[in-house]
């Protein structure tokens, strides 16, 4: 199995590929933390993965918390010993205004959780990683960086600062057996994309199919990516296989990033 005898844990937890990422960790012999806010939601997908045979904890952690974060590496140490992996997937949802009416205190919001909140969950795992030896860390990027959208500036632009925190921590880190790495995302095809889609499908008038197949038709294979195979992809980053890799944007989007 990928992960056999790694501890990996997993920030921003919800229905969508913040699921898929603890489950399938589990799936490939993780131990995982599963953290997010939602406390019933987080200890649902810790009871699935304990009844199918896996090992895991329930942390509820707000990331803009720097003793949020703290606790909840403290936490996964107490459980399982070590921290081999750590996956950084919680943001904010964009502000849609445009710029010239926005408050930038929205920006600022949103660079507190998307972009710092990784940041600070790093830092508190950092030490264990360097006690042990080594780690990787997997911040969990969006396409919404590298192309722009109306609708999108404070996700986006926090987004931009993560892959350049990336980077940094990656040439810092590196002497300790650190490896910090991006996996950038674009559309993901999952409950929160369908449900969204069914919704602007609605307002709009329009066949639900007929989304999904304009999105489709942006991206290079054709569809709109599975979220449980983005997940994988990011977790391949914090597996042996990638051991060499570190301070690397992962496109893990379909190409969507190649289609004008």
């Not at 940094?168 to 996996?183: C, D, F, K, Y």
């Not at 602007?200 to 294979?221: H, K, P, T, Y």
Request: charged fraction near 20%; include cysteine; aromatic fraction near 6%.
């Amino acid at each position: 199995m990928l992960l056999s005898g790694k501890t990996v844990i997993v920030t921003g937890v919800g229905p969508g590929m913040g699921r898929q990422l603890a489950v399938i960790a589990a799936s490939e012999g993780a131990r995982v933390a599963v953290a997010a806010r939602s406390e019933g939601f987080i200890r649902e997908v810790a009871q699935e993965i304990v009844a199918a045979g896996g090992r895991a904890i329930a942390v509820p952690t707000d990331v803009s918390d720097s003793a949020a974060c703290v606790r909840l590496a403290a936490a996964t140490l107490e459980a399982f010993g070590r921290i081999d992996g750590l996956v950084c997937s919680a943001y904010k949802v964009a502000d849609p205004r445009p710029f010239e009416s926005t408050d930038l205190e929205a920006w600022m919001a949103n660079m507190n959780v998307t972009c710092f909140g990784s940041l600070r969950m790093i830092q508190a795992a950092v030490p264990a990683m360097k006690a042990q030896g080594g780690g990787a860390v997997v911040n969990i990027g969006a396409l919404a960086s590298a192309q722009p959208a109306p609708g999108q500036a404070d996700y986006a632009v926090s987004k931009a600062a993560l892959e350049g925190a990336t980077r940094q921590l990656a040439r810092e880190l590196g002497p300790h057996g650190i490896r910090v790495n991006v996996a950038r995302m674009g559309w993901l095809w999952g409950k929160p994309v369908q449900d969204y889609l069914a919704w602007d499908a609605a307002e709009r008038g329009v066949e639900l199919q007929s989304l999904v197949d304009a999105i489709a038709a942006r991206v290079a294979l054709g569809v709109i990516p599975p979220e449980e195979d983005c997940a994988r992809s990011a977790l391949f980053l914090i597996s042996d296989y990638a051991r060499m890799v570190t301070g690397a944007v992962l496109d893990v989007n379909g190409g969507e990033y190649l289609v004008p």
